[in-house]
């Protein structure tokens, strides 16, 4: 039942992030060609499928609008009824003045012609003026009776201007001192503006009316054959096509959506498939199988903004990120398998899927290879160097593959792939965090927790320094035997330097911290001195848990002795009192048994390293049959059948510890006294 449930979530779990990055992905439809200009057509010989327009580029069509705003002429509009009331206001105010002084008529008969003139010219504002003189513009459409003519700009004048042109064209008969009496620039106003509106509704007409098309492309006709160089006609013609293939195709976006669906659940169901076969351990926990599909979401998100909005470009992702963090928490072949799903999906956006997907799958294999454990920052700082060469000698072989021509290398890829390697290193982080989110142990925590400088593991050597003694032993002894059969030895190394340290609530309880002949269960019952000897179990996971140790390392301390009894008290008992029934849960550790090859070899040293202490001598034989007879003991009492070991892995478990102990117990040679001869 629980199996079939974990199944069904993963169903969903892989279901949803389908739907997710297919809901983002792009909705128009794949031109099935991509193409370059300079660079060959790569494909058979191409037609065209219909008729068609070679659509101009962005950069003609902006060029074209641009040249049509510089060349546009401005509209202003003429006020003819200014003209009429200068004048009549002019007449006004000298007519009675003049009577019966000829020589006064001509005065005014002379400024009235003069502003006629000057109003049919144009007289304009001062910063209508300086404007029209700054952006050089000669001509203009003058408005007049909603009638528009075209006229020279160099005709209009300013009201200062007109005044002195009428003083400067002052024929010689006529006094210029006269003719100031008059007050000539009381006359003068402006009778042209500008008519924004006009020009504008008139600029946008012309640019409405450009051509977005410059020319036709016949059905059949022939557009590009394979190997051609495409120059800038036929990068047209290729754009033109599709575009028109895209927009053709606009009305169905529901059917791509429906085939961009069906194509990523595809891919991850791959991914889920082999999850199911290979790794269950993945497949079957919900936290796992989260961190796998995020990061394949966070990259597939992460690509179709890049793309969408045209950022810069894709290689400046660090897709190598995702083998390197499934790496650090799972194994190589499921880091690779999530790595080659992700980069597919993200091939589906990329412009040259297949140099994409080939630069990529380099980069991951070399991840693999280069980090088998990431224990050190100069192992990430190293494999982020040898993606970057990767990269570099990837794009810089198939561009002279494809190109054959150092012209033709683009080299701000190279400034690229620095920048991917920058973003690289920052996966140090993302794994702190990744753990802290799905409580994961990285390599790089469980080195840090073996320092024997940590605040317990420092606490315990000054407490129990016999404890800490035996754990030292403890994990050297398994460390060695998890090597022997592909287990986790720095798992194994730091959960047996921390499996005993519920020891330092009661030091004195356990023979290794005892001094002199001392022991505090001489005067105990036997029940009270197990009960207190288990509890160190117990113990040891408050101090662990209120140490905030990692759940991982905890486990080894809950796991040490499993289910198995306290022998020494339980046997004593029994041998004290035969006739009397004994409760056997006051004997007996809470358990769990242990359930992982790592737990089950640290059970297995703690027993053999502690027994071997109370050896008279440590020859291979009497050692051996130490470790044969406590191994078999918890092979007879059931406390290793939920660890996945073999009775192969066993014995060279077994053979580990036995020559790990003649080395730790191996015989040392005496020094002879110095013999000071006698004179």
């Excluded at 961190?291 to 992460?302: I, N, S």
């Excluded at 799905?438 to 016999?466: A, D, M, R």
């Excluded at 001094?515 to 040891?540: C, R, W, Y």
């Amino acid at each position: 039942m629980k199996s079939k449930q974990s199944t069904i979530q993963a169903i969903v779990c892989f279901s949803m992030t389908a739907l997710l990055i297919a809901y983002f992905f792009p909705r128009e439809v794949k031109f099935r060609y991509q193409f370059y200009e300079g660079k060959p057509w790569r494909y058979d010989l191409l037609t065209a499928p219909g008729d068609f327009p070679i659509y101009k580029t962005d950069e003609e069509i902006k060029a074209e609008k641009d040249s049509i705003r510089r060349r546009s002429i401005p509209y202003y509009r003429m006020n003819p009824d200014e003209k009429t009331e200068q004048i009549e206001k002019l007449r006004a105010n000298h007519s009675g003045s003049i009577k019966g002084r000829t020589k006064d008529a001509l005065y005014l008969r002379y400024i009235e012609n003069q502003l006629n003139h000057l109003y049919e010219n144009g007289i304009l504002p001062v910063q209508q003026h300086e404007k029209l003189k700054k952006e050089n513009v000669r001509q203009v459409h003058v408005l007049k009776n909603n009638v528009a003519g075209l006229r020279s700009t160099a005709d209009f004048l300013t009201a200062k201007s007109a005044c002195d042109r009428i003083l400067s064209d002052l024929p010689p008969s006529l006094d210029a001192t006269v003719l100031a009496s008059f007050h000539v620039g009381d006359y003068l106003a402006e009778n042209l503006t500008e008519d924004g509106e006009m020009s504008g509704r008139i600029l946008n007409e012309q640019l409405k009316n450009v051509s977005l098309s410059n020319g036709m492309v016949q059905a059949g006709e022939r557009i590009v054959d394979r190997g051609e160089v495409i120059d800038h006609r036929t990068y047209n013609m290729l754009r033109s096509l599709k575009i028109v293939h895209e927009s053709k195709s606009a009305a169905n976006r529901w059917l791509v959506w429906i085939g961009q669906l069906v194509l990523v659940f595809g891919i991850l169901l791959c991914g889920g498939l082999y999850m199911a076969t290979f790794c269950p351990e993945i497949f079957f926990r919900r936290g796992n199988l989260l961190l796998t599909l995020l990061c394949m979401l966070a990259c597939c998100l992460l690509s179709e903004i890049f793309v969408r909005h045209d950022l810069l470009d894709l290689y400046i992702l660090p897709f190598a990120i995702v083998p390197i963090v499934v790496r650090t928490f799972f194994n190589s072949h499921t880091a690779l398998f999530t790595h080659l799903i992700t980069v597919l999906l993200c091939s589906l956006l990329a412009p040259f899927p297949h140099e994409f997907l080939l630069l990529q799958i380099l980069a991951g294999v070399v991840v693999i290879f280069s980090l088998k454990e990431l224990t050190q920052r100069s192992q990430l700082v190293r494999c982020s160097i040898y993606i970057f060469v990767t990269y570099a000698l990837g794009y810089l072989s198939l561009s002279l593959y494809q190109e054959g021509d150092l012209g033709k290398i683009r080299w701000t890829m190279f400034l690229f792939f620095g920048i991917n390697l920058v973003l690289l290193l920052f996966s140090y982080t993302l794994i702190y965090i990744v753990e802290k989110l799905f409580g994961y142990t990285s390599p790089i925590t469980l080195i840090e927790l073996s320092n024997i400088n940590t605040p317990v593991l420092k606490k315990l050597s000054e407490t129990c320094p016999g404890t800490f003694q035996h754990s030292l032993q403890v994990s050297i002894l398994a460390s060695a035997a998890g090597s022997e059969i592909g287990a986790d030895t720095q798992l194994i190394r730091t959960g047996a330097l921390y499996h005993d340290i519920g020891k330092m609530i009661h030091p004195a309880l356990f023979t290794e911290n005892q001094k002199g002949s001392v022991n505090p269960h001489q005067d105990m019952p036997f029940e009270k001195s197990a009960q207190l000897i288990i509890h160190h179990v117990t113990e040891g996971v408050k101090i662990a848990e209120k140490a905030s140790l990692p759940k991982a390392v905890i486990d080894f301390i809950r796991t040490h002795h499993g289910t198995g009894k306290t022998r020494y008290f339980y046997n004593s008992f029994r041998n004290a009192f035969p006739d009397t029934p004994v409760d056997e849960k006051l004997f007996t550790y809470p358990g769990p048994n242990p359930f992982s090859k790592e737990t089950a070899i640290l059970m297995m040293a703690d027993s053999v390293e502690a027994a071997s202490r109370s050896l008279n001598e440590y020859t291979e034989e009497k050692l051996r049959a130490l470790v044969d007879k406590l191994i078999d003991v918890q092979l007879a009492d059931g406390l290793l059948k939920n660890a996945p070991l073999t009775f192969r892995e066993i014995e060279v478990v077994k053979n580990t510890f036995v020559e790990k102990l003649k080395t730790m117990y191996h015989t040392r040679i005496s020094y002879p006294d110095l013999v000071v001869a006698k004179s």
